[in-house]
Structure formats: structure tokens, C-alpha cells
């Protein structure tokens, strides 16, 4: 982790020591406040490209069934709504079962806690935009 100069300067405006777990934890908090930033605008500006600054009636995405496709999804509703869309079609699909797999290590993967023996799956999302009433 590198700190700057600035970092340093106003952690002593702070009352903050540099060598405080304290002060370690600030810096680590702000770094990560500021990359949620710069990735949120990125959604922003990938959002307003796939929906044409935001004015294409419908909106088809796909999210991955795992904890970064869940985590794309919520950010994205939060964005969509935001701009006057709504979720007017949802469907999963499962992903398909490795039969190999499973025959290959004797059932052994069940025991040892992984949930591998199935390929991961999609969620589509339609996003429609409603009428606007002024």
C-alpha cells in the first residue's frame, strides 16, 4: 500500500499518528471509497452506452449466477431505476449438470462441500423504461 504525501499531511490536520492502525484503516477506507467511484462511473458510462444515453425503451442484460453477477445486478437496478427503468422480464437459467465430473471422482466433490458438479448459470433481465409523466 503506498501513501502519499497528502495522505500524510492531512492525517496530521486529523490528529491522526501515520503508524496508528487507525490511520491505516482511514487510508485503506478513502483508497476504497475512491476505486467504488471510478468502477461506479464506469457502470454509469457502460449503462449509458447500452441504452443510448438512457432513451432505448428496452434494455436486455445478463448477469452471472455467482457473487460478482449478483453484486453487477443490484448496482445496475439501483441505476436503472434511477433513470425511469423497471424489471419487466426476469428469467434464470440453471446451468447444465457435469455428469463427468461427477462420475470421475466417485461422488467424492458432494462430500467435499463443493457445489462444482453444476456449470454456472445466467439471469436475463429486460429493463423497460417507463412513460415519464409531466
Known amino acids: 500500500m503506498a501513501v502519499n504525501k ?6 496530521y490536520t486529523a490528529g491522526l499518528n501515520p503508524f496508528s492502525q ?5 487510508v485503506r477506507q478513502e483508497q476504497a471509497d475512491k476505486l467504488a467511484a471510478t468502477s461506479d462511473k464506469q ?8 441504452t443510448r444515453n438512457w432513451t432505448l425503451p428496452l434494455v436486455m ?3 452471472d ?14 441505476l436503472f ?12 437459467q440453471g446451468g447444465h449438470l457435469h455428469a463427468g465430473r461427477l462420475l470421475l471422482t466417485g461422488g467424492l466433490s458432494i462430500f467435499a462441500g463443493k457445489r ?6 445466467k439471469r436475463t433481465v429486460t429493463w423497460k423504461k417507463l412513460p415519464t409523466t409531466s
Do not use: M, P, W
Open 65 to 78: 449466477s455467482n457473487a460478482k453477477g449478483e453484486r453487477q445486478f443490484a448496482s445496475e437496478s439501483v
Open 116 to 121: 462444482g458438479i453444476r456449470a454456472g448459470g
Open 6 to 11: 497528502e495522505d500524510i499531511v492531512s492525517s
Open 22 to 26: 487507525a490511520y491505516r484503516d482511514a
Open 43 to 50: 457502470a454509469i458510462k457502460d449503462l449509458e452506452k447500452a
Open 81 to 92: 431505476t434511477e433513470h425511469g427503468y423497471d424489471a419487466s422480464n426476469l428469467s434464470e
Open 61 to 63: 442484460r445478463s448477469y
